[in-house]
Nanobody, 122 residues
Framework: VQLQASGGGLVQPGGSLRLSCTASGGSFSSYAMGWFRQAPGKEREFLAGIDWSGGSSYYEHSLQGRFAISRDNGKNTAFLQMNSLEPEDTAVYYC????????????????WGQGTQVTVSS
């Protein structure tokens, strides 16, 4: 499975972005999907996960309801809607396909996207 992440860019504090992750070359709906990010000088961190059907999702508590993960299996695409963005959200964002679960500790990435840069700055 090849994953292509897109949708990053420069946004002002308080703004929104929607990241997309499009899969090709495999059975997208067989995998749970996760979003991660890595800020400069920091380790990659898990943000959110969604099960194969899109019926269940998980979020890191630190996101405080600002992000929403979803997927469209018909389009082989997962999404991360990010609202009320803060400068601290500046990072490279990665999508991943894996399993067997979709929560922290149960989601193990098998495939990674290439990352998309999100910069939150005025």
């Amino acid at each position: 499975v090849q994953l292509q992440a897109s949708g990053g860019g420069l946004v002002q504090p308080g703004g929104s972005l929607r990241l997309s992750c499009t899969a090709s070359g495999g059975s997208f709906s067989s995998y749970a999907m996760g979003w991660f990010r890595q800020a400069p000088g920091k380790e990659r961190e898990f943000l959110a996960g969604i099960d194969w059907s899109g019926g269940s999702s998980y979020y890191e508590h630190s996101l405080q309801g600002r992000f929403a993960i979803s997927r469209d299996n018909g389009k082989n695409t997962a999404f991360l809607q990010m609202n009320s963005l803060e400068p601290e959200d500046t990072a490279v964002y990665y999508c991943a396909a894996g399993g067997p679960g979709f929560t922290r500790g149960t989601f193990t990435p098998t495939y990674w996207g290439q990352g998309t840069q999100v910069t939150v700055s005025s």
